[in-house]
């Protein structure tokens, strides 16, 4: 199963912004944004299974925020050990895969400031 993500979020008064996939087992991966040093991140620490090596969590995967827009647009495209996230337009681009104990069944969003999402659409994506 795939699912495909899309939405605009106004960033204003935001200094940080959170997306986090998760699952009844506990397992999570988190990924968003720092605004403040306009960096993106994806961290996998709790993504499931991550004992098969220690460099697997080691570090936080970033990039940088190259866009200048006061709306963060995200896209990202999810399937069972993977995740491409495209921001704005793609002019970040972030890849990452991942072992969860079972698939991610819940998304949420948090910040520091109260967010107002805009245009958002999730669709399931069938492959053969």
């Known amino acids: 199963m795939t699912n495909e993500f899309s939405f605009n979020l106004p960033l204003k008064d935001i200094n940080k912004v959170e997306f986090v996939l998760s699952n009844q087992k506990k397992d999570s991966l988190k990924f968003g944004l720092n605004t403040a040093d306009r960096q993106f991140y994806v961290n996998r620490k709790r993504s499931g299974l991550t004992d098969f090596s220690e460099k697997f969590t080691q570090k936080i995967s970033t990039a940088p925020r190259i866009s200048n827009s006061d709306t963060l647009k995200v896209h990202f495209i999810l399937d069972k050990t993977s995740i491409e996230i495209f921001y704005d337009n793609g002019a970040t681009v972030m890849s990452e895969i ?31």
Do not use: K
């Not at 991942?98 to 399931?124: G, K, V, W």
């Open 98 to 128: 991942f072992f969860p104990n079972e698939p991610y069944d819940r998304f949420t969003i948090s910040s520091n400031a109260d967010l107002n999402i805009q245009d958002m659409e999730i669709n399931r994506i069938e492959v053969d």
